[in-house]
């Protein structure tokens, strides 16, 4: 059994009870690691004897950051159609066929190649768990693949056959849901955990989400949802319903959305995704709304080539400071402790003993400083199961 010591931690963020305020803190704190999992939290005067050290010379340590929603296999990029939002133009999600073309065309070692290009990415800024959906494929092999390459480099793999109704379905949307929740829901519950719908004016109303939601249930995935987006609708009141862990964007509520996710007590989350509204030059959620009534809120980078092409955790919790009324430390919570809730782990997003030893030094000496130098490589130093990663 080997033990690494991280030691001289000037601000632990535990995300636990014993420390102080909702991130837990301890000051002038030591971690032992053993075998990939959190052994041991305590005050640096006393650490136990371990096999290996770092020294993290008085910075700010935190766990890693739980991107519970991404969109990472997919071919090409939409840069032009960011190029033509910011000149005006509106976003729609019917840039979702570009990439279902591209990605249908591409091989699966082109495919491979993004996943683990951007996988690498949001590792290298802080991200040791991401959940990645599929939705660029749209076909029984396609969306099959985009789980498999999916599942290489991530345990939290989404089905998401209900992203669009595909071009060649388009006069027969009852069929293509037919497809999804028979042959293509079949192939793809082997390789996947949960089961995602875009329940959305213009992609799948009402009817069709419970219908998709509610087979995926019964093969033994977990719901979760992409719910009120683009305008007001049923998707966050029917993901509380169906007990989906989360419902993401919660961009456009009314006051009964905010009520049914209250009710929940914290068993749906709901999951901001600012990056979206930044990319699409959208007005951002009101996360202060959901916060002052109690909801679990989330925060995620939604990483995809049309809403929000970024991978970076700390870009998100600035965003969320700046212009969504979070403070500092809860939006930090919301990238840490809340990804874990939304995607109902508990092994990762604290740093408690028996935890998976998943944690970044910053180059900082406090976590505010994650929204309070935007844009700046903070992330000194990862570890992935205890191990240290290339910087
Ligand atoms: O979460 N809204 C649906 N899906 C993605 C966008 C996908 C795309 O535009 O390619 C989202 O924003
Ligand atoms: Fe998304």
């Known amino acids: 059994m080997s033990s690494?010591?991280?030691?001289?931690?000037?601000?632990?963020?535990?995300?636990?009870?014993?420390?102080?305020?909702?991130?837990?803190?301890?000051?002038?704190?030591?971690?032992?690691?053993?075998?990939?999992?959190?052994?041991?939290?305590?005050?640096?005067?006393?650490?136990?004897?371990?096999?290996?050290?770092?020294?993290?010379?008085?910075?700010?340590?935190?766990?890693g950051f739980v991107d519970s929603h991404a969109h990472l296999v997919f071919a090409g990029d939409r840069a032009a159609e960011f190029a033509a939002r910011m000149a005006g133009e509106p976003y729609t999600?019917?840039?979702?066929?570009?990439?279902?073309?591209?990605?249908?065309?591409?091989?699966?070692?082109?495919?491979?190649?993004?996943?683990?290009?951007?996988?690498?990415?949001?590792?290298?800024?802080?991200?040791?768990?991401?959940?990645?959906?599929?939705?660029?494929?749209?076909?029984?092999?396609?969306?099959?693949?985009?789980?498999?390459?999916?599942?290489?480099?991530?345990?939290?793999?989404?089905?998401?056959?209900?992203?669009?109704?595909?071009?060649?379905?388009?006069?027969?949307?009852?069929?293509?849901?037919?497809?999804?929740?028979?042959?293509?829901?079949?192939?793809?519950?082997?390789?996947?955990r949960w089961i995602d719908v875009f329940c959305e004016r213009g992609a799948f109303d009402a009817d069709h989400t419970r219908a998709i939601l509610t087979c995926g249930q019964a093969a033994g995935l977990g719901a979760r949802l992409h719910a009120n987006q683009l305008g007001q609708g049923p998707g966050v009141q029917l993901g509380v319903e169906?007990?989906?862990?989360?419902?993401?964007?919660?961009?456009?509520?009314?006051?009964?959305?905010?009520?049914?996710?209250?009710?929940a007590g914290g068993a749906t989350v709901a999951t901001l995704l600012p990056g979206a509204e930044f990319s699409t030059r959208s007005p951002y959620p009101d996360a202060r709304r959901l916060l002052d009534a109690g909801v679990t809120v989330a925060l995620a980078t939604d990483c995809n080539p049309g809403s929000s092409y970024t991978s970076s955790m700390p870009f998100c919790i600035a965003l969320a400071v700046r212009e969504m009324r979070m403070s500092p430390t809860e939006a930090v919570w919301a990238a840490t402790a809340g990804g874990a809730a939304a995607?109902?782990?508990?092994?990762?997003?604290?740093?408690?003993?028996?935890?998976?030893?998943?944690?970044?030094?910053?180059?900082?000496?406090?976590?505010?400083?994650?929204?309070?130098?935007?844009?700046?490589?903070?992330?000194?130093?990862?570890?992935?199961?205890?191990?240290?990663?290339?910087?």
């Not at 768990?129 to 390459?149: N, Q």
């Not at 989906?244 to 905010?258: G, K, N, P, Q, R």
């Open 4 to 63: 690494l010591l991280v030691d001289n931690i000037g601000e632990l963020v535990t995300n636990a009870g014993a420390g102080d305020g909702p991130l837990g803190i301890r000051r002038n704190a030591a971690v032992l690691v053993e075998d990939g999992l959190v052994a041991w939290v305590g005050p640096n005067r006393y650490p136990p004897p371990a096999d290996r050290r770092i020294d993290a010379e008085g910075a700010a340590v935190l766990p």
């Open 93 to 192: 999600g019917g840039g979702i066929r570009t990439t279902v073309g591209a990605t249908r065309a591409a091989t699966d070692d082109e495919l491979r190649a993004t996943v683990r290009r951007l996988h690498g990415e949001a590792l290298r800024q802080g991200t040791t768990t991401v959940e990645i959906k599929s939705g660029y494929g749209l076909t029984v092999p396609d969306e099959t693949r985009s789980l498999r390459l999916a599942a290489e480099v991530s345990e939290e793999t989404t089905f998401l056959g209900a992203h669009l109704v595909p071009a060649e379905y388009a006069d027969r949307p009852d069929d293509y849901v037919g497809l999804v929740c028979g042959p293509m829901l079949a192939a793809a519950a082997p390789h996947a």
């Open 242 to 263: 169906l007990g989906a862990a989360s419902v993401d964007h919660c961009t456009h509520l009314t006051d009964a959305d905010v009520d049914a996710l209250a009710g």
């Open 343 to 391: 995607l109902r782990r508990t092994d990762v997003g604290q740093l408690t003993p028996g935890a998976r030893a998943d944690l970044m030094i910053l180059d900082a000496p406090s976590h505010l400083h994650l929204a309070y130098r935007p844009g700046v490589p903070l992330i000194r130093q990862v570890l992935h199961n205890g191990v240290p990663q290339c910087r």
